[in-house]
């Protein structure tokens, strides 16, 4: 069994706004692919996949499966910087929003820095 050290202290809260998030953009996701689809399906999928990363570290954080939570976050990271330039440098592809574009910005850039913190949390508690 994996050791849980990153479901305590502060990584309590962070598993806690992964969840959220995962709740939050799966439902997101489900109702663009059910609804709208046809209208932006590269917005949406990319929604979907954002969600699918959230449940993904969620669950590895609450299981203390750091490596791969660890990749889990480092894809988050590379997909908001990727989606949030694209989604700058090419509007037009991304009028409809993710959850990433802009950089999160939608949501408070909460999803820049979420994986950023969690890199951070993984990493101390890796050395604790």
Known sequence: MASNKTSSGPGRLLIAIYAIFALAATARSLYQLATKFNDAPLAYSLSALSALVYIVATISLARGLTKL?????????IGVLVIGTLSIVLPAEFRHATVWS??????ACVPLLLPIWGLWWLRKAKRA
């Not at 939570?69 to 990271?77: D, G, N």
């Not at 802009?102 to 949501?107: D, E, K, P, V």
């Open 69 to 77: 939570a660890t990749y889990a976050l480092i894809f988050e990271l």
């Open 102 to 107: 802009l950089y999160g910005a939608g949501y």
